[in-house]
């Protein structure tokens, strides 16, 4: 996420340092000097800053939770920008909220808690459903939606667990469209720079799959929106740098979720808002850090740009395919991978475990999202076979509502009554038989166990029905559907004990993993009757 900031510093003639715990960081390569320093060090980035030759004139971050250590280390050397107790406000969430409150903010009900003991009853009056978080974390890190008072608990110790100082706040969930919105604060003069809508999905948790800059507004909803963001701004203190809010709309007007003292993180300040507006606003905030004035923030031009993200159900990572089509997209602009051939992977708790981001543009809102959706569905994560932990997430019976499904599906108890017919094919490995008699090639039959399918109209982040699904992959994997019960409301006879018991395998790898889960279960067959 610094990348732009040092590439538009270079172009301005400046010197540039990086500081980071990790050396081999993306920027390490790109300053002029690396100094490796655990951002959490603040004495330490102090020193090394005071050591330097020449001393930094000015001190920035962009996209990160370390907006207090740019203010610490900017107040220690008399630098520009925010003050530390304002960076501090907009990063412990309990002070934040604690603003907010006292200044009269839109902002949900808390409670900070630093135990389990005793949760249920603290946040007794709040109502659920709830959201537990880390009051000191970013990216969605250890963030849990919750429905009852059974599930507190737990909640609050695992996000504990993302803690830096061991506190969580626990308050009322928002409903509500989520908008997120970068700005621009010099001489208190606060300038909006952006609103994006963002798309979240696979609750209990909070999963950004993408965002759209800008967001489709009408004037009084966005009026709503930037008025209490920038009552929120106020009440933080941030008066000279930059500031990123999370804000909801609900029935009853904006709310405010989370400000930031900095740019927004997720390729929106440094990638979607230069892309959509023709207007670098790092360059705005940089200025800022070295005690220059902004500049021109007015848009060039206008545009929308569509980011989203691709992710994996668990496994080790075989290979990636599909990944020079998507970069040939018309309108795709970047394509960012975060993962390699032979990475175990995971499906995402929070927004720092996805597998990449796809970056689109034009002049138009459907040629955004149509060149993002197409070049999403060239990139293939194809998955080693035969794997524990992904039969386990395709094929194990589920007991909870934690476990995610990549296709929402409103006939829940067809899942369930498809989870209770296939309880006795427990791995991929006993549906062999299917092909093993006319080899690897074989055609797998389909019959349709999952009575409702064609009527499920829920698209996934992809922008994929699951009729779109079943399309592709029956194309794809040389399948054959069966219609036998295209009509039916209950579960077929078992005709046949091999072919039953795939199809079966082959609607839960669907609704549970995707177009990905189904390669997997062919290929995990494939690979079995190779070998035997």
């Not at 610094?2 to 790109?30: E, K, M, T």
């Not at 032979?342 to 996805?354: A, H, I, L, T, W």
């Not at 038989?433 to 006319?438: D, M």
Request: glycine share 10%.
């Amino acid at each position: 996420m610094q990348l732009p900031a040092i590439r538009i510093a270079h172009r301005s003639g400046w010197r540039v340092y990086v500081a980071d715990g990790n050396p081999d960081c993306p920027g390490a390569s790109q300053c002029d000097r690396f100094f490796p320093v655990d951002l959490k060090d603040t004495k330490g980035l102090v020193q090394i800053a005071r050591d330097a030759d020449p001393m930094p004139t000015g001190v920035f971050t962009a996209g990160t939770d370390f907006s207090a250590s740019v203010a610490y280390v900017a107040q220690e050397l008399h630098l520009p920008g925010t003050s530390y107790e304002s960076a501090l406000n907009a990063s412990d969430k309990a002070r934040m909220r604690g603003c907010f409150s006292s200044q009269h903010v839109p902002s949900p009900e808390f409670r900070e808690l630093s135990s389990v003991t005793g949760a249920e009853e603290a946040v007794r009056g709040l109502g659920y459903p709830l959201v537990v978080k880390p009051v000191d974390n970013m990216g969605a890190r250890g963030v849990q939606k919750v429905e009852t008072a059974e599930g507190i608990a737990a909640a609050v110790e695992q996000s504990i667990r993302y803690s830096r100082s061991g506190r969580v706040v626990v308050e009322q969930f928002i409903p509500g469209r989520e908008y997120s919105i970068d700005a621009i604060v010099w001489d208190g003069e606060i300038t909006i720079c952006g609103i994006a809508e963002r798309h979240i999905y696979f609750p209990p948790a909070f999963i950004e799959m993408g965002h759209t800059i800008p967001a489709e507004l009408s004037a009084s909803i966005e009026g709503d929106l930037v008025d209490v963001f920038c009552r929120g701004v106020r009440a933080l203190g941030i008066s000279n740098g930059a500031a990123k809010g999370d804000i909801f709309h609900t029935g009853d007007g904006a709310v405010i979720g989370e400000i930031a003292a900095r740019l927004s993180g997720g390729y929106m300040s440094g990638w979607t808002y230069p892309y959509a507006t023709g207007h670098e606003v790092t360059a705005a905030a940089l200025n800022i850090a070295v005690g220059l004035p902004p500049g021109d923030l007015s848009p060039k031009r206008s545009w929308v740009s569509a980011e989203r993200a691709f992710l994996s159900i668990p496994g080790t990572l075989r290979q990636i395919d599909g990944v020079a089509a998507a970069r040939a997209v018309p309108g795709v602009k970047e394509l960012f991978l975060r993962v390699a051939p032979g990475d175990s992977v995971r499906f995402p708790r929070n927004n720092v475990e996805k597998c990449g981001n796809v970056i689109a543009s034009a002049s138009d809102r459907m040629g955004a999202f149509s060149a993002a959706q197409s070049a999403l569905r060239c990139i293939e994560l194809r998955l080693e076979p035969n794997r524990p932990e992904t039969d386990e997430f395709l094929f194990s019976p589920r007991t909870g509502t934690t476990d995610p499904h990549l296709f929402e599906v409103k006939a829940e108890s067809d899942i369930a009554a498809l989870d209770n017919y296939r309880k006795s094919f427990i791995t991929v490995r006993e549906l062999t038989a299917i092909i093993r008699a006319s080899g690897a090639n074989a055609r797998f039959p389909v019959i349709e166990p999952l009575p409702r399918w064609t009527e499920e109209t829920t698209l996934n982040w992809m922008g994929m029905s699951l009729a779109d699904a079943v399309g592709s992959v029956v194309q794809l994997h040389s399948l054959e559907l069966l219609g036998e019960n295209t009509q039916g409301t209950s579960l077929p006879a078992r005709q046949n004990h091999e072919s039953d018991a795939f199809s079966c395998a082959f609607w839960l790898a669907l609704v549970r993993g995707g177009l990905q889960g189904v390669r997997y279960l062919i290929d995990s067959i494939r690979a079995q009757v190779e070998v035997q």
